[in-house]
T-cell receptor, first 112, second 110 residues
Framework: DAGVIQSPRHEVTEMGQEVTLRCKPISGHNSLFWYRQTMMRGLELLIYFNNNVPIDDSGMPEDRFSAKMPNASFSTLKIQPSEPRDSAVYFC??????????FGPGTRLTVL | DAKTTQPPSMDCAEGRAANLPCNHSTISGNEYVYWYRQIHSQGPQYIIHGLKNNETNEMASLIITEDRKSSTLILPHATLRDTAVYYCIVREYNFNKFYFGSGTKLNVKP
């Protein structure tokens, strides 16, 4: 099994640009999570989906952030417009129900 | 909000047991204790979890006190590759959300 796949691994963009992060969960997992990690705030849950439906988006910082899961094998996290304070490592994780979560390698985002 | 308290850092000699403590004094009866670790900016990795009984797997052992207010993760023979940040997390049984606190940075030294 390839594990959770995230792309791109690194993204450098300029303030105001749109950024799209992608995630492919482990096959057979029905829950998907997006986290953000910064030095200041640590690892924070942004949103999670169950069976492709967003269940809890209370961690999404503001309207500039949106996430979608059009099918069981793909999810996106979009930031539009991006700001320097969005610079962080974004992790995607998946699980089978309430079992342990498996994390991807992360996307390191730098907004200049 | 994280419901756990962990020391910010610990040292351990290679080959010795690493005992990482975690305080979760407000834990309720339907909450599990989970341990994850994060090695140098990689994605967090699941280690072990338990409810009230002690648990052991190929990676570690989890000792939960009888009153469940604290627990200890034991790595029986620490190696340099075990250097990482270790997170202790309390999760409600039917609630699929993890709150990661600051964790403990374990430094395994030769």
């Amino acid at each position: 099994d390839a594990g959770v796949i995230q792309s791109p691994r690194h993204e450098v963009t300029e303030m105001g640009q749109e950024v799209t992060l992608r995630c492919k969960p482990i096959s057979g997992h029905n829950s998907l999570f997006w986290y953000r990690q910064t030095m200041m705030r640590g690892l924070e849950l942004l949103i999670y989906f169950n069976n492709n439906v967003p269940i809890d988006d209370s961690g999404m910082p503001e309207d500039r952030f949106s996430a979608k899961m059009p099918n069981a094998s793909f999810s996106t996290l979009k930031i539009q417009p991006s700001e320097p304070r969005d610079s962080a490592v974004y992790f995607c994780a998946s699980s089978q129900g309430l079992n342990e979560q498996f994390f991807g390698p992360g996307t390191r985002l730098t907004v200049l | 909000d994280a419901k756990t308290t962990q020391p910010p850092s610990m040292d351990c000699a290679e080959g010795r047991a690493a005992n990482l403590p975690c305080n979760h004094s407000t834990i309720s009866g339907n909450e599990y204790v989970y341990w994850y670790r994060q090695i140098h900016s990689q994605g967090p990795q699941y280690i072990i979890h338990g409810l009230k009984n002690n648990e052991t797997n190929e990676m570690a052992s989890l000792i939960i006190t009888e009153d469940r207010k604290s627990s200890t993760l034991i790595l029986p023979h620490a190696t340099l590759r075990d250097t990482a940040v270790y997170y202790c997390i309390v999760r409600e049984y039917n609630f699929n959300k993890f709150y990661f606190g600051s964790g403990t940075k374990l430094n395994v030294k030769p």
